[in-house]
Nanobody
């Protein structure tokens, strides 16, 4: 049902910032938990951040805690990932996801991904 499209990726220097956006086309956006995953070449996919249906609860991987912020705007059917103090190890393809169950690890819908590259 949902179609997710990420944008905002690019090339930045270490210490820089990027804001990723993910726009959804569905009409039940507010009922989904949302998340961001990333995958670097040769590494397993990992969850970066998630946000509850209400937007009141968030989760962050230890590796990004304090640097990344996830937020959502249900009126715009959009989820964001603000990434600050970027490090080379943040380089990966970033995917946004939506979970009908409310559990991000059980996400039903995935975007195609956007590349984030952080140079040293």
């Amino acid at each position: 049902q949902e179609q997710l499209v990420e944008s905002g990726g690019g090339l930045v220097q270490a210490g820089g910032s990027l804001r990723l956006s993910c726009a959804a086309s569905g009409r039940t956006f507010s009922s989904y938990a949302l998340g961001w995953f990333r995958q670097a070449p040769g590494k397993e996919r990992e969850i970066v951040a998630s946000i509850s249906r209400s937007g009141t609860s968030t989760y962050y991987a230890d590796s990004v805690k304090g640097r990344f912020t996830i937020s959502r705007d249900n009126a715009k059917n959009t989820v964001y990932l603000q990434m600050n103090s970027l490090k080379p190890e943040d380089t990966a393809v970033y995917f946004c996801t939506a979970a009908r169950t409310g559990r991000t690890l059980e996400s039903d819908y995935w975007g195609q991904g956007t590349q984030v590259t952080v140079s040293s």
